[in-house]
């Protein structure tokens, strides 16, 4: 499975972005697509995810910020970016689990700063 995000870059404080990540080759269903980050000095945690019947898990620190959805027959999940915090910034990793398997994507660097 290979996953290929996009969106990354820059944005001022309460600005937005939106991520986009396409997965291709085998890919079983059930499955869950979501989003990942990781700070400098940190470790990569969750942001978001999707399942394939649609139920969605968010950090606390992004809920009512972030929405995060997918297109089942595109096999693709984005995640738009509202109000960001420069607290926000990370790398993204696009992240989808087949329950047997875990695939990431190579990361997107999201920047919020003024």
């Known amino acids: 499975v290979q996953l290929q995000a996009s969106g990354g870059g820059l944005a001022q404080p309460g600005g937005s972005l939106r991520l986009s990540c396409a997965a291709s080759?085998?890919?079983?269903?059930?499955?869950?697509m979501g989003w990942y980050r990781q700070a400098p000095g940190t470790q990569r945690e969750l942001v978001a995810r999707?399942?394939?019947?649609?139920?969605?898990d968010y950090a606390d620190s992004v809920k009512g910020r972030f929405t995060v959805s997918r297109d089942n027959v595109k096999n693709t999940v984005h995640l738009q970016m509202n109000s960001l915090k420069p607290e926000d910034t990370a790398v993204y990793y696009c992240?989808?689990?087949?329950?047997?398997?875990?695939?990431y994507g190579q990361g997107t660097l999201v920047t919020v700063s003024s």
């Open positions: 992240n989808l689990n087949d329950y047997v398997n875990d695939y």
């Open positions: 999707i399942t394939s019947g649609g139920s969605t």
């Open positions: 080759g085998s890919i079983f269903s059930p499955n869950r």
